[in-house]
Structure formats: structure tokens, C-alpha cells
């Protein structure tokens, strides 16, 4: 008897190898893998049962015990189905006096099967020798149960007294054995398919990665991703060839040394700029980050290049910006309000005065202003540093270096410079007022938009943003009839609505990856810290509070202050939806654009709950009647 048992443990664990084929289209189609898984439990046991130990007429003995019970322990509830439908088929056309017993057996052995699995999921795949012994005595105890309903009655008593010793000694050790099979097998077929999906997924990552990764040995790029392609190159056209040939011709000495010193590991800023010249003969500027790595063995760089075309236009319209500032024929005063000592002055405040920036530099205001004494002028200021008043506006005379004076009309308001509050004098003189107050709102919106390009040099991902968004809100003011000043506050509020993302770290704004969630709240900081930037200067519109308030919904879950439907200012509601339009249908750091089409989908989809419904009806409109489309191209 012992010997006719081991021989059957021996043939299901040899039938159970057919379980990997299983189990790696178990994980390819579930359906498919749980009918299959099924099958091969249920058929196994049938191979079990035809080559059983038989005791006497129509008693058999069998590992369809094990073979059932481990279909429910790791196959689950249908595929132990499966096998016990198969497995009492066959053993009822056996027939016999132990029907019923080999019936009940299936049936017990499964539900003790499906039981155990129930205790340990999600762990039944891990469970150790002990945990299996356990589990295969509490399966042959019911086994045994089950044979008294051999018949007749008390037959199955006589049988159990003869096989429950070879039983308890050789099936719980051939479930042991059987089952670490199984989970060893399950272990190995899903580590080799999590590598495949892993390996895919880094190649997914790689090829749609925001910047274009090379890898360069002994100067030749060995390795390119898809991103070439927008520079014109196919990867055929790269693989094997020098990084220098593209490069601009005045900027390959730079780079080939910049290679050399990484190679042999000197320590120096791994990122730094030059120019690229893309197939079609273009030249782009980009900015690459270096890093030593081991490549088959040898020394290598691999290189992440993003392009900052956008990026350096910016900085140079930044330069002529600051430029205009410079030159304005205003004149233009920064001063401590502590110490009073004034610490920029701009190119007409030194022709107008006479002074040089260097002894500007050592003055107050007070000594432009001879009819001010300090107490006079403290008492000036003293509404503005407590905030009851955001702006002064006085006439006074400056006094030039040549002891002549001239009639000015002075504003005065509080900034934030370099973090710390500043007073802002802009001067004019009263003798064209008309001109000057001209010249007041152009070098005005100049800061502001000089401020708002250093944003976007900061995160060259959304250059142009602010623009695309200011016009798409203005249209959609306009397409809404609304009054001229409502639509100029729309347009000016959009040009600098993420003037607050200067106060986030670059490495955030320019992130390829998603953001964590202390990563996103201090993202969402931004409305708050550009009103609290703009909220001491006056503008003929509530600019700030517009910019405070463009990423509130309707519903109350937008930020910073939970806003509902009629507390959110319309020239919010506009810019928060033409926000969301140029965010989806450009491109971003963590994914590429998608689409006009995604973002008017997202608008219609959430109308009367995040975005106000008229907004987007006219939205809508001016988009898909009328055929708006930004003038202004997306910079990558």
C-alpha cells in the first residue's frame, strides 16, 4: 500500500509541471489561465485516480485529495470548481462501493482548499513548510472523515482504522511538497514576467521622455531616444556617429573638453548650454546634463538634453525688458524703508538728477526732496508700511546735483525685492503729465511682464503659457460681451496669473516626473504668493484678487480659499478656463500635450461643477464655431 501511494504522489507531481504553462497564460488572459488552471487540476486528478491503490472492490486511494485541495488553495474558487466537476465524473463512472466517499472527498477537499485560501490571501502563495504540513493534515483528516460514508454501513469505519497511518504519513508530506513546487513555480513565472513589464516600462519611460538621452563613449553617441525625432533625426542617423557633428561649429571645443573633464571625473556644474543644430539645418539652443556611467564595461556620459530655445528667447526679451526699465524716461528709485537708502535708481533718474548710480547709491529721497524733513517724510510712509494705504501719490521737487530743481510727481508704493519689502519711487515730471503718464503704465506692465518672463525662465516648459492663456481669456471676454475695462482687466490679470511660481524651486517647475504631494501643495501656493506680490500695487482693476482666485472651482474644491460659484470673481471663472485649455493642449514636463480636443472634453464634461457653464458655452463656441486658435505657437 505505501509503495502503490508514494507512486501516485510521485506521477500528480510530475503532472503538476504542466502548472507553469498555466500559470504564464493565467497572467497573460485571466479568463482563459483560471478555465485552463481548471482543467489541469481536474485532469491531473483523474490521472491520480486511474492509476489509485485499490483497497477492495470500488475503494480507491489516491492523491486527488492534494491535487483537489490545492486547486482551491491557489487556483480559487473556479478553477477548484472545474477540477471537482471533472474529478467527480470520473470517479463516479468508477462506481463502486466508495462512491460517495470519493464524491465527498472532492467536495470537502476543495471547500477545505478554498477555506484555507480565504485565511491566508493575498498570502496563500507564500506560506512556509510548517503552514503546509498544517494545511495537508487538516485536508486528509477530512479526507478520512469522509470514508464513513462507505458503504455499508460501518465499513468505512474497518478502512480507516487500515490506511489512516500510510495516509497521515505520506499525504501531508506529498502536499508539502506539491504546493512548494506550485509557489516556487508561481514565483518564478511572475518575477520573469514583472522584469518584462519593467523592462518595458523603462523603455516606455526612455523613448517618451521630455528630453533627448544620449549616451557617448570615446566620443561616438552609442545610444538615442525617440526624442530625436523632433529634432529631425531618425535613430539610425545618430547611432555610431560623433556628438560633435551636432554641435554648432563655435561651440564643439567647449563640449568635447566639458566630455573629456567628465571622463576623467573632475568635478564641475554637470549642466550648461550651447547650440544644436537639428537636421534640417536649424540651430536650437539646449541645455545638457551630464553624467559619468559604466556602458558595456567602459567609460561613458549619459546626456540629457532639453531644449531651451524658449528658454533663452526669454531671457533675452527678459534683457530687453529690463532694458526698457532701464531707459525709461521716468524715473525710477528702489529704497530701504529702514535706512531709507536708496539702492537702484535707473539711467533718467541719473540723467535727470546728475548724479552717478554710485552716489545715488550712499543718498536717501530726502535729499532729492529739500521740503521734507525725516519726520515729515516717515509720516509719509507710515500708511504704506502699515498697509492702510497701498500707494501715495504726491508732487514735490527734486533737487539736482547742481542745486536746480524741477516739479515731479511721485508714486510711491511697497514691492517685494529679493524677498524683502522695499518702497518703489516712480517718478515723472508734471510738466507732461499726459506723456509721462503713459510712459507710468508701459514701465508699470514692463515690470510685471519682465517679472512674468522670469517665471517662464524658470520653467521654460510653460514659456508662453501666460500669453496663450491671455489670449484665449480675453477672446472669451469679448465673446461674452463684456465692457472694454473688464475685458483690459482679463488680459493683463492672465499675462502675469503665475507670477507666484517664481517663488517655487525650479527643480520642481521643471519636474519630469509626476509631483509628490508636498511637491503639488507647494505648486498650489502660487495664486497666494502672486497676490500677496501684487497686492500692494494699484491697478485700475482688482488684479491680485483675480490672480488669487483663478484655480477656484464652482463647486468649492479649488485653492487657496475654497471658493463658491458667486463668490469667484467672472474674471476668474474666464482665466481658470482658458487655464485649463492651454494646460491640456500643450505640452507639460511629466507627459506631452494632448490635445484641443482632450481639453474641451475635460470643460464639457465638468461645466456647472468646476468651470461656470456660461464660460464654457462661450468657450466652446469661440473654439468649435468660430475656429479660435492661439497665435501664439507652443515653445518645447
Same mark, same amino acid.
Given at each position: 500500500?505505501?509503495?502503490?501511494?508514494i507512486?501516485?504522489?510521485?506521477?500528480?507531481?510530475?503532472?503538476?509541471?504542466?502548472?507553469?504553462?498555466?500559470?504564464?497564460?493565467?497572467?497573460?488572459?485571466?479568463?482563459?489561465?483560471?478555465?485552463?488552471?481548471?482543467?489541469?487540476?481536474?485532469?491531473?486528478?483523474?490521472?491520480?485516480?486511474?492509476?489509485?491503490?485499490?483497497?477492495?472492490?470500488?475503494?480507491?486511494?489516491?492523491?486527488?485529495s492534494?491535487?483537489?485541495?490545492?486547486?482551491?488553495l491557489?487556483?480559487?474558487?473556479?478553477?477548484?470548481?472545474?477540477?471537482?466537476?471533472?474529478?467527480?465524473?470520473?470517479?463516479?463512472?468508477?462506481?463502486?462501493?466508495?462512491?460517495?466517499?470519493?464524491?465527498?472527498?472532492?467536495i470537502?477537499?476543495?471547500?477545505?482548499?478554498?477555506g484555507?485560501?480565504?485565511?491566508?490571501?493575498?498570502?496563500?502563495?507564500?506560506?512556509?513548510?510548517?503552514?503546509?504540513?498544517?494545511?495537508?493534515?487538516?485536508?486528509?483528516?477530512?479526507?478520512?472523515?469522509?470514508?464513513?460514508?462507505?458503504?455499508?454501513?460501518?465499513?468505512?469505519?474497518?478502512?480507516?482504522?487500515?490506511?489512516?497511518?500510510?495516509?497521515?504519513?505520506?499525504?501531508?508530506?506529498?502536499?508539502?511538497?506539491?504546493?512548494?513546487? +506550485? =509557489?516556487? %513555480? *508561481?514565483?518564478?513565472? &511572475?518575477? #520573469?514576467?514583472?522584469?518584462?513589464?519593467?523592462?518595458?516600462?523603462? $523603455?516606455?519611460?526612455?523613448?517618451?521622455?521630455?528630453?533627448?538621452?544620449?549616451?557617448?563613449?570615446?566620443?561616438?553617441?552609442?545610444?538615442?531616444?525617440?526624442?530625436?525625432?523632433?529634432?529631425?533625426?531618425?535613430?539610425?542617423?545618430?547611432?555610431?556617429?560623433?556628438?560633435?557633428?551636432f554641435?554648432?561649429?563655435?561651440?564643439?571645443?567647449?563640449?568635447?573638453?566639458?566630455?573629456?573633464?567628465? +571622463? =576623467?571625473? %573632475? *568635478?564641475?556644474?554637470? &549642466?550648461? #548650454?550651447?547650440?544644436?543644430?537639428?537636421?534640417?539645418?536649424?540651430v $536650437?539652443?539646449?541645455?545638457?546634463?551630464a553624467v559619468?556611467?559604466?556602458?558595456?564595461?567602459?567609460?561613458?556620459?549619459?546626456?540629457?538634453?532639453?531644449?531651451?530655445?524658449?528658454?533663452?528667447?526669454?531671457?533675452?526679451?527678459?534683457?530687453?525688458?529690463?532694458?526698457?526699465?532701464?531707459?525709461?524716461?521716468?524715473?525710477?528709485?528702489?529704497?530701504?524703508?529702514?535706512?531709507?537708502?536708496?539702492?537702484?535708481a535707473?539711467?533718467?533718474?541719473?540723467?535727470?538728477?546728475?548724479?552717478?548710480?554710485?552716489?545715488?547709491?550712499?543718498l536717501?529721497?530726502?535729499?532729492?526732496?529739500?521740503?521734507?524733513?525725516?519726520?515729515?517724510?516717515?509720516?509719509?510712509?507710515?500708511?504704506?508700511?502699515?498697509?492702510?494705504?497701498k500707494?501715495?501719490?504726491?508732487?514735490?521737487?527734486?533737487?539736482?546735483?547742481?542745486?536746480?530743481?524741477?516739479?515731479?510727481?511721485?508714486?510711491?508704493?511697497?514691492?517685494?525685492?529679493?524677498?524683502?519689502?522695499?518702497?518703489?519711487?516712480i517718478?515723472?515730471d508734471?510738466?507732461?503729465?499726459?506723456t509721462?503718464?503713459?510712459?507710468?503704465?508701459?514701465?508699470?506692465?514692463?515690470?510685471?511682464?519682465?517679472?512674468?518672463?522670469?517665471?517662464?525662465?524658470?520653467?521654460?516648459?510653460?514659456?508662453?503659457?501666460?500669453?496663450?492663456?491671455?489670449?484665449?481669456?480675453?477672446?472669451?471676454?469679448?465673446?461674452?460681451?463684456?465692457?472694454?475695462?473688464?475685458?483690459?482687466a482679463?488680459?493683463?490679470?492672465?499675462?502675469?496669473?503665475?507670477?507666484?511660481?517664481?517663488?517655487?524651486?525650479?527643480?520642481?517647475?521643471?519636474?519630469?516626473?509626476?509631483?509628490?504631494e508636498?511637491?503639488?501643495?507647494?505648486?498650489?501656493?502660487?495664486?497666494?504668493?502672486g497676490?500677496?506680490?501684487?497686492?500692494?500695487?494699484?491697478?485700475?482693476?482688482?488684479?491680485a484678487?483675480?490672480?488669487?482666485?483663478?484655480?477656484?472651482?464652482?463647486?468649492?474644491?479649488?485653492?487657496?480659499?475654497?471658493?463658491?460659484?458667486?463668490?469667484?470673481?467672472?474674471?476668474?471663472?474666464?482665466?481658470?478656463?482658458?487655464?485649463?485649455?492651454?494646460?491640456?493642449?500643450?505640452?507639460?514636463?511629466?507627459?506631452?500635450?494632448?490635445?484641443?480636443?482632450?481639453?474641451?472634453?475635460?470643460?464639457?464634461?465638468?461645466?456647472?461643477?468646476?468651470?461656470?457653464?456660461?464660460?464654457?458655452?462661450?468657450?466652446?463656441?469661440?473654439?468649435?464655431?468660430?475656429?479660435?486658435?492661439?497665435?501664439?505657437?507652443?515653445?518645447?
Amino acid at each position: 500500500m505505501y509503495i502503490s501511494l508514494i507512486l501516485n504522489v510521485s506521477l500528480i507531481l510530475a503532472l503538476i509541471t504542466l502548472y507553469s504553462l498555466t500559470l504564464r497564460l493565467t497572467i497573460l488572459e485571466k479568463k482563459a489561465g483560471k478555465i485552463l488552471t481548471g482543467l489541469v487540476f481536474g485532469l491531473t486528478a483523474v490521472a491520480a485516480m486511474s492509476v489509485a491503490y485499490r483497497y477492495g472492490s470500488g475503494l480507491i486511494y489516491d492523491g486527488r485529495s492534494i491535487i483537489i485541495s490545492l486547486s482551491g488553495l491557489y487556483g480559487g474558487f473556479w478553477p477548484a470548481t472545474l477540477a471537482s466537476i471533472i474529478s467527480m465524473a470520473y470517479r463516479a463512472h468508477l462506481g463502486g462501493n466508495g462512491v460517495w466517499a470519493g464524491l465527498a472527498t472532492i467536495i470537502f477537499c476543495a471547500l477545505t482548499g478554498l477555506g484555507f485560501r480565504a485565511i491566508f490571501k493575498p498570502k496563500s502563495y507564500k506560506l512556509n513548510h510548517y503552514q503546509l504540513y498544517g494545511f495537508g493534515l487538516a485536508v486528509h483528516l477530512v479526507m478520512l472523515a469522509c470514508q464513513l460514508l462507505i458503504l455499508p454501513w460501518p465499513t468505512g469505519v474497518s478502512v480507516i482504522s487500515r490506511i489512516w497511518l500510510p495516509i497521515m504519513l505520506i499525504f501531508p508530506v506529498a502536499t508539502v511538497l506539491t504546493g512548494l513546487m +506550485l =509557489q516556487g %513555480e *508561481t514565483r518564478r513565472i &511572475t518575477a #520573469e514576467n514583472k522584469l518584462r513589464e519593467s523592462e518595458e516600462k523603462y $523603455r516606455v519611460l526612455f523613448d517618451n521622455a521630455g528630453q533627448l538621452i544620449l549616451v557617448a563613449q570615446d566620443g561616438v553617441l552609442k545610444l538615442a531616444n525617440k526624442k530625436a525625432l523632433e529634432y529631425g533625426y531618425r535613430e539610425d542617423e545618430i547611432i555610431g556617429r560623433s556628438f560633435l557633428d551636432f554641435i554648432h561649429p563655435d561651440d564643439r571645443k567647449l563640449v568635447w573638453e566639458r566630455h573629456q573633464r567628465r +571622463l =576623467q571625473e %573632475e *568635478t564641475f556644474q554637470p &549642466t550648461y #548650454e550651447f547650440r544644436f543644430i537639428a537636421r534640417d539645418g536649424t540651430v $536650437r539652443w539646449v541645455e545638457i546634463t551630464a553624467v559619468m556611467i559604466n556602458w558595456e564595461g567602459r567609460p561613458a556620459t549619459l546626456n540629457y538634453v532639453s531644449d531651451v530655445t524658449g528658454r533663452v528667447k526669454a531671457e533675452q526679451e527678459k534683457e530687453e525688458m529690463l532694458r526698457v526699465i532701464e531707459n525709461s524716461q521716468n524715473e525710477i528709485y528702489i529704497f530701504d524703508p529702514d535706512s531709507l537708502r536708496i539702492t537702484y535708481a535707473n539711467r533718467a533718474a541719473l540723467d535727470n538728477t546728475g548724479y552717478t548710480l554710485e552716489e545715488l547709491t550712499t543718498l536717501t529721497p530726502l535729499h532729492l526732496k529739500p521740503e521734507f524733513d525725516p519726520p515729515k517724510f516717515t509720516a509719509l510712509l507710515k500708511p504704506v508700511l502699515k498697509g492702510s494705504k497701498k500707494k501715495i501719490l504726491f508732487e514735490t521737487s527734486h533737487l539736482r546735483k547742481d542745486g536746480s530743481t524741477y516739479p515731479v510727481e511721485v508714486h510711491l508704493q511697497l514691492v517685494d525685492v529679493a524677498r524683502k519689502k522695499s518702497f518703489l519711487a516712480i517718478v515723472l515730471d508734471v510738466t507732461e503729465r499726459k506723456t509721462a503718464a503713459r510712459n507710468l503704465e508701459k514701465t508699470l506692465q514692463g515690470i510685471i511682464r519682465a517679472t512674468a518672463r522670469t517665471v517662464e525662465v524658470r520653467d521654460p516648459y510653460t514659456a508662453g503659457h501666460q500669453e496663450r492663456v491671455a489670449e484665449l481669456a480675453e477672446a472669451i471676454a469679448r465673446e461674452m460681451g463684456l465692457e472694454e475695462s473688464r475685458v483690459q482687466a482679463v488680459n493683463f490679470a492672465s499675462v502675469i496669473h503665475d507670477l507666484g511660481k517664481i517663488a517655487v524651486p525650479p527643480e520642481i517647475l521643471n519636474k519630469p516626473g509626476r509631483l509628490s504631494e508636498i511637491e503639488m501643495e507647494l505648486i498650489k501656493t502660487h495664486s497666494q504668493v502672486g497676490y500677496d506680490i501684487l497686492k500692494g500695487i494699484e491697478f485700475p482693476w482688482p488684479v491680485a484678487e483675480i490672480i488669487l482666485q483663478h484655480h477656484e472651482k464652482i463647486d468649492g474644491s479649488g485653492y487657496p480659499r475654497g471658493l463658491k460659484d458667486r463668490q469667484i470673481l467672472l474674471e476668474a471663472k474666464i482665466i481658470c478656463v482658458a487655464d485649463v485649455i492651454e494646460a491640456i493642449s500643450s505640452h507639460r514636463p511629466y507627459r506631452p500635450a494632448l490635445g484641443m480636443e482632450v481639453a474641451l472634453k475635460e470643460i464639457r464634461a465638468n461645466a456647472g461643477k468646476l468651470y461656470d457653464p456660461t464660460v464654457v458655452e462661450h468657450c466652446l463656441n469661440l473654439i468649435e464655431k468660430k475656429g479660435f486658435v492661439f497665435s501664439k505657437a507652443e515653445q518645447s
